[in-house]
């Protein structure tokens, strides 16, 4: 099971910091990361961090203010996420076995998803 916090409402410019935490099973050897869905809009994959190696892969409209994380020990993932923009609101998911390539993000046959945790950005 996956469970997110650290969701909530900010205005534009500000932080939010998103914590996924794994029980039941260890994320140790799976790529995690992260997705969001907006209103009206398709799900799409903001950030995921390999297994092995920790590269780091961001999707272009978070590039340079979201930053993704985990901790082995405590079998958690984060996205640190700054200067929030109101295009950033939407339902934030944590996946584990998420997969990055060519034609962007996905989720390998083996991955779940948490519940979802809303992130609102608004003046």
């Known amino acids: 099971q996956l469970v997110e916090s650290g969701g909530g409402s900010v205005q534009p410019g500000g932080s939010l910091r998103l914590s996924c935490t794994a029980s039941g099973f260890s994320l140790d050897n799976y790529a995690v990361g992260w997705f969001r869905q907006a209103p009206g809009k398709e799900r799409e994959g903001v950030s995921c961090?390999?297994?092995?190696?920790?590269?780091?892969n961001y999707g272009d409209s978070v590039k340079g203010r979201f930053t993704i994380s985990r901790d082995k020990a405590k079998n958690e993932v984060y996205l640190q996420m700054n200067r929030l923009k109101v295009e950033d609101t939407a339902v934030y998911y944590c996946v584990h076995d998420c997969v990055y390539g060519p034609w962007g993000f996905g989720v390998g046959s083996t991955g779940s998803w948490g519940q979802g945790i809303q992130v609102t950005v608004s003046s």
């Open positions: 961090i390999e297994a092995h190696g920790d590269m780091l």
